[in-house]
């Protein structure tokens, strides 16, 4: 028996050292958070992306703090410019420098478009993602876009390289997947033509909205004057464990039920104001968008809601932030 015991426990002690994370499309939405922000640096001297495999420490608290570059979110439809870009249900706005379009499915996460200093629309979109992520994952895709004299044409290639512990100057998160993606363009602008190669790197985690940090390198040439290597690191400011615990105790003060529910959802919240609720897809379309304009409402409810069977994202905004939960439609 106690041998019985011992083998048992090995075993089980085997089973959990090969337990690897995994994210769903569900687990990775730009939209379960309006608004966030990193620390972002940028040069030419060259930032390590550390080892690939299994069960990585990645050890970056030495990282400089950098410039803040903050993101915000918007859905198609909603956005101004969603019409430009057939298929886009995501937006991604980098600061004031850029707007990302991105198709979000099931499946995949591409990209659709971009409007910077010109609008670019892809014709064939970019693959970003590719769902489940799970470690030794592996894609290849090209993509092709334009904005009607410019072009930018290439294929990116993904592997899922590593899985473990990122630490960052904002803490420790665990569980975290690795993503290398290599990407080959082609850029024709004005008439001329060069060659880019980048190299990003992601960390990602389950149920967080973004990336948590990032590693990008590019390389440019057949450009009349030689461009240098240039580096990018950011990092999220959400601080580590500690933050997820605040997120946790945050979405604890509000309750949705009944989950699973048919076609009435009641919402509270212990000792928070509602101020809005909106309430998601998969894909990130918005199909309810209610303002409370009633103060200190700590009760909402929604009667008659025709939503199909499946997965929601519920957002209620309080006074203390965003709350996001999850509701299943039978």
Not at 95 to 118: C, D, F, I, P, R
């Amino acid at each position: 028996m106690k041998k019985q015991l011992l083998t048992a426990a090995l075993s089980g002690a085997a089973m959990a050292a090969l337990a690897q994370p995994a994210i769903q499309a569900s687990q990775f939405n730009f939209l379960s958070a309006g608004s966030f922000t990193y620390k972002y640096q940028a040069g030419q001297t060259a930032v390590s992306p550390g080892p690939s495999g299994a069960n990585v420490t990645w050890n970056f608290t030495s990282l400089g703090q950098g410039s803040n570059l903050s993101y915000t979110t918007a859905a198609c439809p909603g956005d101004s410019d969603c019409g430009t870009f057939p298929g886009a249900n995501q937006v991604l706005n980098v600061g004031t420098m850029a707007k990302l379009y991105y198709e979000k499915t099931n499946s995949a996460l591409e990209q659709v478009g971009e409007k910077a200093s010109g609008t670019m629309v892809y014709s064939d979109p970019m693959r970003y993602m590719q769902f489940p992520i799970t470690f030794n994952q592996t894609y290849s895709d090209t993509y092709a876009s334009s904005n009607g004299s410019d072009t930018r044409n290439g294929t990116v290639t993904s592997t899922i390289d590593g899985y473990g512990t990122l630490q960052t100057p904002a803490g420790t998160y665990t569980d975290v997947l690795r993503q290398k993606i290599v990407e080959h363009a082609t850029v024709t602008t004005n008439g001329m033509t060069s060659t880019m190669i980048l190299t990003h790197y992601y960390w990602m985690k389950a149920d967080m909205h973004h990336y948590i940090m990032s590693i990008v390198s590019a390389e440019i040439t057949g450009t009349p004057v030689p461009v240098p290597a240039t580096y990018a690191v950011a990092y999220t400011t959400a601080t580590g464990s500690v933050g997820i615990d605040a997120q946790a105790a945050l979405a604890g003060k509000a309750d949705i039920y009944p989950n699973p529910a048919d076609k009435d959802l009641r919402i509270t919240t212990d000792d928070l104001p509602i101020g809005r609720v909106e309430i998601f897809n998969i894909l990130g379309q918005k199909l309810l968008d209610k303002n409370i304009d009633k103060p200190h409402c700590f009760s909402v409810t929604l009667n008659g809601l025709e939503l199909n069977s499946g997965h929601y994202f519920v957002k209620i905004s309080t006074e203390k932030g965003l709350i996001t939960k999850q509701v299943v439609i039978r």
